[in-house]
Nanobody, 125 residues
Framework: QVPLVESGGGLVQTGGSLRLSCVAS????????MGWFRQVPEKERQFVAA????????YYEDSVKGRFTISRDNAKTTVYLHMNNLKPEDTAVYYC??????????????????WGQGTQVTVSS
C-alpha cells in the first residue's frame, strides 16, 4: 500500500484557487524529495512540481509556472500544492510521490511504482 494520501481537490471556476495536500502516512521519507503529478483519462501521468527535502529547490512543469507553488512541512510529513489562476486544462486527478532526488520526479521516476487514490481537480470554464 502506497503510504501517501492526497486531498484538497474539488470543483472550481476558471481563475479560482485550491490547495492540495499529501500526507506521508507512517513514514517520514527523511531526505526525500516530494512531488506532484496529474493525469487525465487516456493520457499518461504528467509531472507537475517537485520540491527537495530542505525546500531549497523547486521545479515546475512549464504550463504551471507562475500559477502553482509547491511547499512542504517536514514536521507534518506533508507536501502542498497551492494552485492559483486555475484553468480548465488543469482538470485532472492529482497524485503525489517521492524520490531520493527531485530530478527523479521531474523525469517521471518516482520511488513508488504504484500510486494512491489521488484527488480530483475540476476547473469549469
Amino acid at each position: 500500500q502506497v503510504p501517501l494520501v492526497e486531498s484538497g481537490g474539488g470543483l472550481v471556476q476558471t481563475g479560482g484557487s485550491l490547495r492540495l495536500s499529501c500526507v506521508a502516512s507512517g513514514r517520514t521519507f527523511s531526505g526525500y524529495s516530494m512531488g506532484w503529478f496529474r493525469q487525465v483519462p487516456e493520457k499518461e501521468r504528467q509531472f507537475v512540481a517537485a520540491i527537495s527535502w530542505g525546500s531549497a529547490a523547486t521545479y515546475y512543469e512549464d504550463s504551471v509556472k507562475g500559477r502553482f507553488t509547491i511547499s512542504r512541512d517536514n514536521a507534518k510529513t506533508t507536501v502542498y500544492l497551492h494552485m492559483n489562476n486555475l484553468k480548465p486544462e488543469d482538470t485532472a486527478v492529482y497524485y503525489c510521490n517521492v524520490a531520493p532526488y527531485a530530478s527523479d520526479l521531474v523525469r517521471g521516476r518516482p520511488a513508488f511504482g504504484s500510486w494512491g487514490q489521488g484527488t480530483q481537480v475540476t476547473v469549469s470554464s
